[in-house]
T-cell receptor, first 113, second 111 residues
Framework: NAGVMQNPRHLVRRRGQEARLRCSPM?????VYWYRQLPEEGLKFMVY????????ESGMPKERFSAEFPKEGPSILRIQQVVRGDSAAYFC???????????FGSGTRLTVV | GEDVEQSLFLSVREGDSSVINCTYT??????LYWYKQEPGAGLQLLTY?????DMKQDQRLTVLLNKKDKHLSLRIADTQTGDSAIYFC???????????FGSGTRLSIRP
């Protein structure tokens, strides 16, 4: 079991470009969570998804950010028209049920230049 | 994580015990967690405790929960250089499934 796989590990985008972050949950896990960690800060919840459904997106910015977890393939966090303030580490976690602890991926570090 | 508060830094001497403290605000929280994050890495679940427990011990780790004061602590016995990391306290609220994290405590070890 390869654990939660995130790619890319590092992503550099110019202001105004799009960033697509991918997360493959652990085998058998159908619950996916995205968190953002700004430099020297804790993790802030963004969105919780199950297959083909967004369960809780209370932490997602209203504009430019979207997430999906299709029936087949990884979960995608998409940031359109990136700005410098989007620079952060984005972590994905998965769990087999909603009451279980999370397993985290190693994160994608997004740098907007 | 405005609902979960931790001190930002802790420095201890190698071989001593480390105690990392955390306070949370939601009395309905059912699970409380401690995660460890090493530089450049993701978060690793260290241990967790159910809200109906007072204490949990796992090798060098001891978790104490004071539900009345909403206070959680993690004690690391015989602290080693490999314990240097950021430790996050987290809670899962009773009626929702997302986990809320504190800002993390950076543990550094003195020789």
């Amino acid at each position: 079991n390869a654990g939660v796989m995130q790619n890319p590990r590092h992503l550099v985008r110019r202001r105004g470009q799009e960033a697509r972050l991918r997360c493959s949950p652990m085998k058998g896990h159908s619950h996916v969570y995205w968190y953002r960690q700004l430099p020297e800060e804790g993790l802030k919840f963004m969105v919780y998804l199950q297959k083909e459904n967004i369960i809780d997106e209370s932490g997602m910015p209203k504009e430019r950010f979207s997430a999906e977890f299709p029936k087949e393939g990884p979960s995608i966090l998409r940031i359109q028209q990136v700005v410098r303030g989007d620079s952060a580490a984005y972590f994905c976690a998965s769990s087999p049920t909603e009451n279980y602890g999370y397993t985290f991926g190693s994160g994608t570090r997004l740098t907007v230049v | 994580g405005e609902d979960v508060e931790q001190s930002l830094f802790l420095s201890v001497r190698e071989g001593d015990s480390s105690v990392i403290n955390c306070t949370y605000t939601d009395s309905s929280s059912t699970y409380l967690y401690w995660y460890k994050q090493e530089p450049g890495a993701g978060l690793q679940l260290l241990t967790y405790i159910f809200s109906n427990m007072d204490m949990k011990q796992d090798q060098r780790l001891t978790v104490l929960l004071n539900k009345k004061d909403k206070h959680l602590s993690l004690r690391i016995a015989d602290t080693q250089t490999g314990d240097s990391a950021i430790y996050f306290c987290a809670e899962r609220k009773g009626s929702a499934s997302k986990i809320i994290f504190g800002s993390g405590t950076r543990l550094s070890i003195r020789p």
